[in-house]
């Protein structure tokens, strides 16, 4: 089985600062993509940022130039740095990983984590 652990939630105010960290572990054999989420309240899951294995990234326009995704692909390990926060951005963060098992071939499935709370208010 495969499990993704989250850190690095909390409160944080306005223009402070937060990172989060997302550590896989399991019978892994390929890690595609890693990447993290996020759902408010009444609102639908959104993507924040995602990171290929590649190197290849993609962000939300409304995280554009605040926020960084990182990988340790050795430790199958991904970061996000949060910079200049807005109360927009309070949801709780997913950490989502693409991922094959070993024994599985190329099937490719979707894990995720188990959430961290981000609050930003002042």
């Known amino acids: 089985q495969v499990q993704l652990v989250e850190s690095g939630g909390g409160l944080v105010q306005p223009g402070g600062s937060l990172r989060l960290s997302c550590a896989a572990s399991g019978n892994i054999f390929r890690i595609n993509a890693m990447g993290w989420y996020r759902q408010a309240p009444g609102k639908q899951r959104e993507l924040v940022a995602t990171?290929?294995?590649?190197?290849?990234?993609d962000y939300r326009d409304s995280v554009k130039g605040r926020f960084t995704i990182s990988r340790d692909n050795a430790k199958n390990t991904v970061y996000l740095q949060m910079n200049s926060l807005e109360p927009e951005d309070t949801a709780v963060y997913y950490c989502?990983?693409?991922?094959?098992?070993?024994?599985?071939?190329?099937?490719?499935?979707?894990?995720w984590g188990q959430g961290a709370q981000v609050t930003v208010s002042s």
């Open positions: 990171r290929t294995s590649g190197g290849t990234t």
């Open positions: 989502q990983a693409t991922l094959i098992l070993r024994g599985e071939g190329l099937l490719a499935r979707d894990y």
